[in-house]
């Protein structure tokens, strides 16, 4: 994740709108470097300033659990994102900069979707019903996080939010016993993703 000052020219529309680019995924085997395809940028409402995020990095650091380093294929490639996805009307290159980058950990479900709402029984092995969640936004928390977080304040505050907030996002004990969210199924659908960016399309092919 980065945060850049795009310059003079960019719009102030941050309380409107957010982006989000597609690439095509590769995996380049001479620098065990990884591009997901994924970009997204939000906009800071008042200064203007953009929180951009991609999904380029290294094998390392894209399996790694440990978020203390920024990997270093992916802050290379993250300097460049401006004026990679937006034009000259917007970007002048001599202005934009990158302010700061840092790492984290994402966090993606089975289903792809995200958990919110209150926790059942099955996911925390605990009695009681004061435990709630928003989480797991798969790499899209930049556009779903902050209305997720409404919501489950709503929730807990016992108001019903289902004529605006997508049913799908419910975190409960029918979804969680589908047959997706089985652990043999889960290691197997991860698996494809990463052979879907390798290039390789038999699962039982040796690297």
Known sequence: MSFHSPGSK???????????YFVRPWYDQKSHTVERGHYYAHQHPDT???WVG???????????????EVDNAAATNIVRALPRFFNEEWIDPAE?????VWSGIMANTADSLPFVGRLPHSATG???????????????????????G??????????????????????????????????????EEYLKRCMSIAGIKDINAKL
């Open 10 to 20: 960019f719009p102030d529309s941050g309380h409107t709108q957010s982006w989000s």
């Open 48 to 50: 203007k300033q953009l």
């Open 54 to 68: 991609g999904h380029l990095d290294s094998v390392a650091g894209y399996i790694t659990s440990d978020d203390t």
């Open 96 to 100: 934009c900069r990158m302010e700061t």
């Open 126 to 148: 605990r009695m009681g019903t004061g435990e709630w969640i928003s989480a797991g936004y798969n790499s899209y928390g930049m556009t779903n996080g902050l209305l997720c």
């Open 150 to 187: 409404t919501a489950v304040a709503e929730m807990a505050l016992g108001n019903d939010v289902s004529a605006w907030f997508p049913e799908v996002y419910l975190v409960n004990e029918e979804r969680l016993r589908g047959p997706i969210f089985q652990k043999e199924n889960m290691t």
